[in-house]
């Protein structure tokens, strides 16, 4: 019995002696992990800095297989957030501040645990060097958690490690999956739409459309105006010497509509017409190839292209719906001029006998 009073007491002076290692342990941590990938700088910022794409190569997400989120209009930018619930929990992160293809900064909270996440891109020998840095303090019961599991640099670095390996494999699979099928010669039919328009270089002009086409369905929205079928941009002037081009991001609706002076945005309306029409199933770097696919396909078969009309892009699958950049859909079409008919015999006018 009295064996059995010591071994009780020094059980209790044990878990006593615990409980204050645990608790007088560091609050803080400051973790730092990187990982070489194998893609420019420019692909992995534009990747990483558009909370969207998360869902694609977040590990965490995949312990809670119910999470719901909800993104801010423009999710790629300075001060775009997204947040998350599951169950009764709820997460929430922003976007600090950022350097176009070197570095972001956001903050995070989660678990009633506030962080900061810091990314930074550096170039190395043809790829990129990403860096995810992570600082923030933890709790009473993440610190009992974190002792009993390796401690809180260890389970907080392993999931950096996974996320950077599964941005690895997204960015290699997602990003050079793709398809490009020429569908033919289609007739339009004519249609009014809403647009807004923007001049910029061309290596800016996926990078804007991402931003206007949120805006401009906020407008919509704001506005209760009803859209016909998916966002299209308007290719209104390409510039090649200057590498440049002026666009139009629309999107279609049944009737004409008056947009009220000093607004930026504008209405218009694209008559019927002929066009080429080329699909690309894919991310949207691969539009420059699609392109190169149509126009030789008119060269080919002796098309002629009408240059009084805009070529025009529709978004038919973007990442509203469905995350996975290998399973966009891109519609290009080209529009054309009635094809020359060959003549096979020649017929005098009339006018012209004596």
């Known amino acids: 019995?009295?064996?059995?009073?010591?071994?009780?007491?020094?059980?209790?002076?044990?878990l006593i002696g615990l409980t204050v290692f645990v608790t007088t342990q560091k609050g803080e941590y400051d973790i730092v992990r990187s990982k070489i990938i194998a893609k420019p700088k420019a692909t992995i910022y534009n990747y990483v800095v558009d909370y969207r794409n998360w869902e694609t190569f977040g590990t965490w997400m995949q312990d809670y297989p119910g999470i719901q989120f909800h993104y801010s209009n423009n999710s790629n930018v300075k001060d775009g957030f997204v947040t998350w619930k599951n169950n009764d929990e709820i997460g929430y992160a922003n976007t600090l501040n950022s350097k176009e293809n070197d570095s972001i900064s956001q903050k995070i909270v989660w678990h009633e645990m506030n962080s900061t996440i810091s990314w930074t891109l550096k170039d190395t020998l043809g790829k990129t060097k990403i860096s995810i840095r992570t600082k923030g303090k933890i709790d009473l019961k993440m610190k009992i958690y974190s002792f009993f599991h390796g401690g809180i640099t260890s389970i907080i670095g392993d999931y950096i490690d996974k996320n950077l390996l599964a941005l690895d494999r997204t960015l290699n699979y997602e990003l050079n999956s793709y398809k490009i099928r020429v569908n033919g010669v289609v007739a339009l039919p004519k249609k009014y739409y809403i647009g807004q328009?923007?001049?910029?270089?061309?290596?800016?002009?996926?990078?804007?459309?991402?931003?206007?086409?949120?805006?401009?369905?906020?407008?919509?929205?704001?506005?209760k105006l009803t859209a016909v079928g998916k966002p299209f941009v308007q290719y209104?002037?390409?510039?090649g010497e200057n590498k440049t081009?002026?666009?139009?991001?629309?999107?279609?609706?049944?009737?004409?509509?008056?947009?009220?002076?000093?607004?930026d945005m504008t209405s218009g309306k694209i008559e019927t017409m002929s066009a080429?029409?080329?699909?690309l199933i894919g991310d949207y770097s691969h539009l420059k190839a699609?392109?190169?696919?149509?126009?030789?396909?008119?060269?080919?078969?002796?098309?002629?292209?009408?240059?009084?009309?805009?070529?025009?892009?529709?978004?038919?699958?973007?990442?509203?719906?469905?995350?996975?950049?290998?399973?966009?859909?891109?519609?290009i079409y080209i529009p054309l001029l009635p094809k020359r008919e060959p003549v096979s015999t020649y017929t005098t006018p009339k006018d012209s006998i004596q």
Request: with cysteine; aromatic share 10%.
């Open 1 to 14: 019995m009295r064996i059995l009073k010591y071994l009780l007491l020094l059980m209790f002076l044990f």
């Open 197 to 223: 328009t923007i001049h910029c270089y061309d290596d800016k002009v996926l990078k804007n459309i991402k931003i206007m086409i949120p805006n401009l369905i906020h407008f919509f929205n704001k506005n």
């Open 236 to 239: 209104n002037e390409e510039n």
């Open 245 to 263: 081009s002026n666009i139009t991001v629309s999107m279609a609706v049944r009737d004409s509509v008056n947009i009220s002076e000093g607004s």
């Open 276 to 279: 080429l029409k080329v699909t």
């Open 290 to 331: 699609a392109k190169k696919k149509a126009l030789d396909y008119i060269n080919r078969n002796e098309l002629r292209p009408d240059l009084n009309l805009k070529t025009f892009e529709v978004y038919s699958k973007t990442i509203q719906d469905v995350k996975n950049p290998s399973q966009w859909v891109t519609e």
